[in-house]
């Protein structure tokens, strides 16, 4: 192979080319130092002004005071003067009604309320005798508790004492003789728990082993009880049988019965109360009671109201009450789910939602401690528009949650456990909406002339904050630390670590350093 040998030419061009490239590697290596140490950053100023730290927060509008105009069954609707949504002012007249139908139920309603009065006087007479009858019943189950421990004493008597050596193994023979089983084990203690002389007891045993025909029949002639033992069996069973009867005294003559009883009386006379009122309110027409909105209509004009099922036609004489024993008798003793049974709730024909509203709104638990009872709310609706309120209620337990304030998730860190609150809203219009959410702010804590840096200047690490402070001098930036107070959303006050004339970096870069120089826009 042969070495090729450049001529003269050759090599100045070479060297003017290797020349050429070291240069603009040079200047590209400076340009790009120049830029690193120069970068070019906006900066922002450290004023001072007023700062108010205010806590934004979404509620969902309630009604503070519902109202349900109810309608009997039969009831003919003359007008309905209102729709869903309509503002309603106190004194409009909501419906008229005609009601010349609606005395055949005052009369079944009060008919209700004498049978179960008369049902509740009935027991109760009956219940004053049945406590009679437990005293005297009394006394007949101690006499007779008397009776059964002096016959127990006498067959306790009766019984032979502990066995002797011969007495077992007599028995033990005669338990093999009639086939070594437990029941002939049985049948041997039995006879002579029974008293018998032993003499006797080996005659039958003579008798068995002869093969005589009467055997058996000696058998259980021993087996027979003696008469103290029915006598104390014929007590035992009557005192029985007076225990039985006296807890059904005990029952008849207690509360559990007499409570039900009464309730069913007293729930027949709130019902008939009730339509008396319903009736004369039908009469009059439905009229507001106060500034709302109507939520809900469930009756046509010109058509006559039927309930699915109506309760008009109940009649407690047809109620049998001790069938509602078990039910009144058990752990629960839930009467009101019985009587509900028997007068439940008539539908409303129209609901009216009554001013005033409120919002209710939840508070994270480092949060809650700012806030208190009659403190400043505005609130913001569905058009933008703005009404006054104030803190009505804070609720005295925590719960969890996964929501925050958006104070919260900006100027500071909270568990999840929140607290519920509520605030009333003053003078609503239609834009406030039952049910849907409005934007909530509450003004926290104000400070008259304070240091303020933009919330975008603030780099946090380590749970600290940092500010890059500017110095013309020598056109590099220091990583400082700063002490935050009062937050309003744009921008934070500062309590220590810059003054009011700095200049910062307004929104710090992830790859800008300490000490570096910059190039200021």
């Known amino acids: 192979m042969t070495k090729k040998i450049l001529n003269k030419k050759q090599k100045i061009v070479i060297s003017i080319v290797a020349a050429l490239l070291i240069i603009a590697l040079g200047v590209t290596a400076y340009v790009m ?4 140490a120069r970068t070019a950053v906006a900066l922002a100023d450290v004023t001072a002004g007023d700062i108010t730290e205010t806590l934004k927060l979404s509620g969902t509008v309630n009604s503070e005071n519902q109202a349900s105009f109810e309608i009997l069954d039969g009831t003919y609707v003359k007008s309905v003067n209102v729709r869903v949504g309509d503002a309603v002012k106190k004194g409009d007249v909501l419906a008229t009604f005609d009601t010349s139908s609606l005395s055949d139920i005052v009369s079944q309603k009060r008919e209700n309320y004498n049978a179960a009065m008369s049902q509740y006087r009935k027991y109760a007479s009956n219940a004053n005798a049945s406590v009679a009858q437990l005293e005297s019943l009394s006394k007949q189950i101690e006499q007779k508790q008397q009776e059964i421990e002096k016959l127990s004493e006498k067959v306790d008597a009766a019984k032979p004492k502990d066995d002797t050596k011969e007495t077992i193994s007599l028995k033990k023979q005669l338990t093999e003789l009639l086939g070594d089983s437990k029941l002939a084990a049985e049948i041997v203690d039995r006879l002579f728990s029974s008293g018998t002389q032993v003499s006797e007891i080996l005659q039958h045993l003579e008798n068995i082993i002869n093969g005589a025909n009467n055997q058996i029949s000696s058998i259980l002639k021993l087996l027979s009880v003696s008469d103290e033992e029915k006598q104390l069996i014929s007590a035992q069973l009557e005192l029985v049988e007076l ?7 005990k029952l008849q003559s207690g509360d559990t019965l007499a409570s039900l009883y009464l309730s069913v009386a007293e729930s027949a006379k709130e019902d008939l109360d009730k339509t008396v009122e319903a009736v004369n309110a ?3 027409g439905w009229v507001a009671e106060n500034d709302g909105v109507v939520r809900e209509i469930n009756i046509v004009s010109g058509e006559t109201y039927h309930t699915p099922k109506s309760n008009s036609t109940v009649s407690l004489d047809s109620i049998d009450i001790s069938s509602l024993l078990s039910s009144a008798t058990s752990d629960t003793k839930d009467f009101s789910g019985i009587i509900n049974q028997l007068f439940p709730g008539t539908p409303g024909g129209i609901v009216v939602e009554y001013y005033p ?26 058009t933008g528009k703005k009404f006054s309120g104030y803190v009505s209620f804070i609720s005295p337990t925590a719960s969890e949650s996964a929501s925050s304030s958006i104070t919260s998730l900006l100027g500071s860190t909270s568990g999840g456990s929140e607290v519920e609150a509520k605030a009333m809203i003053e003078q609503p219009d239609k834009s406030i909406i039952i049910g849907l959410s409005v934007d909530m702010s509450i003004k926290l804590e104000t400070q008259k002339n304070a240091t303020l840096v933009p919330v975008e200047s603030i780099q946090y690490e380590d749970g600290k904050s940092y500010i890059y402070l500017y110095d013309p001098d020598s056109k590099t930036v220091k990583k400082t630390e700063v002490t935050t107070g009062l937050f309003d959303g744009e921008h934070y006050q500062i309590l220590s670590g810059c003054s009011v004339g700095d200049k910062i970096v307004k929104i710090p870069s992830e790859d800008i350093e300490d000490g570096q120089k910059i190039h200021a826009k």
């Open 282 to 284: 039908l009469k009059k």
């Open 243 to 249: 225990k039985a009867r006296q807890g059904i005294l």
């Open 33 to 36: 130092i120049s830029k690193k």
């Open 357 to 382: 509203l409120s919002a209710t709104f939840s508070v994270s638990g480092k949060d809650i401690y700012k806030i208190k009872l009659d403190q400043p709310v505005e609130i913001t609706g569905a």
